[in-house]
């Protein structure tokens, strides 16, 4: 067996490429389990998607919140103070740093490894031409396929959204030992391979899409999700305003085409017992001696002001601000009041207070990880802003406003505010807006860090992209490197990219 030095080996059924007992299930080598275990194939893409899921709402983007201004945070842990300084400061990309071991690493490994594990279906089914079987027997074989397609064309789309290289691991003998793959390579590969899943999906006659513990998902459901998963990938690619303008109106389209076929009602997970939870979420809503564990940013009473007298960064004085006064009917019905500022320290920068808490996805039990949590996984809302901004980046400027004012937008419908001009600034405002009020931690890791990265709304001096993590680095000889910090602003990656944002942000 060939291995990827730099990458997890495949835990499932696993411990090593030499079998030590061929009667024991747990020694057993892949060509050894896939001849004798009929369920092998199922069990891996059952592992390969509940990765996924779990790891496109990990708590590791707790960070990148904090990178986007979405929360604000003064404590170690995590490296969360690190993330929140402003000015902003370098990523250190050390083993030893805490938010290496909170966002950096366990992003890369867990979507690798979910690549990794999804490789093998295919292999096993499309080369191998072995079958793939439930633990009933039943023949799951294309239902597989479609698990194993959708987790590694997610995981790779996501890599490359997140990180600035990588490798394009779709062959099970790849030993390649360096990362010769783009960011772009990885978003346009993952999206093809989204591309199969939605195909496979739409042409399967028994399709049974059962691989989160008692959460089965529809054929409906199914394509809709995976394609506003491409859509949010693909809108994801730039790594600032000008990169997207120049990506051209034929990417801007098929954004549009990948929404339009996305989802048209909030796609939301009830926790079960061992099952999927939004993580991130959990996080962000947490209390903590009667205060936020992670406080909504400044940045949001700020924008939902109506006066135009809220700061875009707490005094540091001994000021307490008063409530946010906001014609948006959302804003008291998502988010909390408080005086108590909670964990926050003084010592570390009083001007990253916030008076808010998250409340809109909170329960009694203070834990998305009990039985009966209402988790959102995909909000329909995000799906009419990639439409809205499609249409923008394409110049339709009243078909984007069109967007934003219908009656069942959330804006209008639950917010009640007046209608959007349609005007190219007051379009991107008020995107820019929707993104920090009603999508928030609902998008997942990384959404609304890129909508930002991608309109030139990071605080200057802002990473635009984590760098491959350390311990991958030294396995394979690639010298440390890393981004962001004030004084890097503008700094650009190895492939022209903006690597460290520039000094035109929210504020």
Known sequence: ??????????????????????????????????????????????????????????????????????????????????????????????????????????????????????TKVIDLIENRQIKAYDDAGKDRTTDCLIGAYYAKGVSQGYLGVIYDRGIIVDEVTVSERAFPNSYKDLVENGVKLLDKAIQLAETSSDFNFDFLIETPISKEQFVKLANSIAARILSSQAREKAEADALGDEHWRRVLAYAEKGFDADFLITTVSGGYYNALVDRLVYIYSGAAYLPLDIKIPHLADKTGTYPDAYPKDATILAPVVTDDRRFDEYFGYSTNF??????????????????????????????????????????????????????????????????????????????????????????????????????????????????????????????????????????????????????????????????????
């Open 1 to 118: 067996m060939k291995a990827l030095l730099y990458i997890a080996a495949m835990a499932t059924v696993l411990t090593s490429c030499e079998s030590l007992d061929f009667d024991d299930p747990s020694t057993l080598t892949n060509n050894e389990a896939a001849e004798k275990i009929k369920s092998f194939g199922y069990s891996l893409t059952t592992s390969s998607v509940q990765t996924t899921f779990s790891t496109t709402t990990a708590a590791a983007g707790v960070n990148i919140s904090l990178l986007a201004d979405q929360t604000t945070n003064t404590n170690g842990n995590g490296s969360w103070w690190d993330y929140s300084k402003e000015p902003r400061v370098r990523l250190v990309n050390n083993s030893a740093a805490r938010g290496y071991g909170a966002s950096i690493a366990p992003l890369y490994t867990n979507f690798y490894q979910a690549n990794l594990d999804a």
């Open 342 to 507: 909670g964990i926050l320290l003084e010592a570390r920068g009083r001007d990253l207070f916030s008076n808010y808490y998250r409340k809109r996805w909170a329960n009694n039990s203070n834990s998305l990880n009990v039985p009966g949590a209402i988790n959102p996984y995909f909000l329909a809302e995000e799906v009419r802003l990639l439409r809205a901004e499609a249409k923008l980046r394409l110049k339709d400027y009243t078909g984007a406003a069109a967007e934003l004012n219908a009656s069942t937008a959330s804006r209008k419908s639950k917010g009640l505010l007046p209608d959007v001009a349609a005007t190219e600034s007051t379009l991107r405002d008020a995107l820019h807006y929707e993104y920090a009020i009603e999508i928030d931690g609902a998008g997942g890791v990384f959404v609304p860090f890129t909508f930002l990265r991608r309109n030139d709304l990071l605080q200057e001096g802002t990473p635009t992209q984590y760098p491959i993590p350390q311990k991958q680095l030294e396995l394979i000889g690639v010298d440390l490197y890393s981004f962001g910090g004030i004084e890097y602003a503008g700094e650009t990656g190895i492939y022209g990219e903006l690597a460290t944002a520039k000094g035109n942000g929210w504020k």
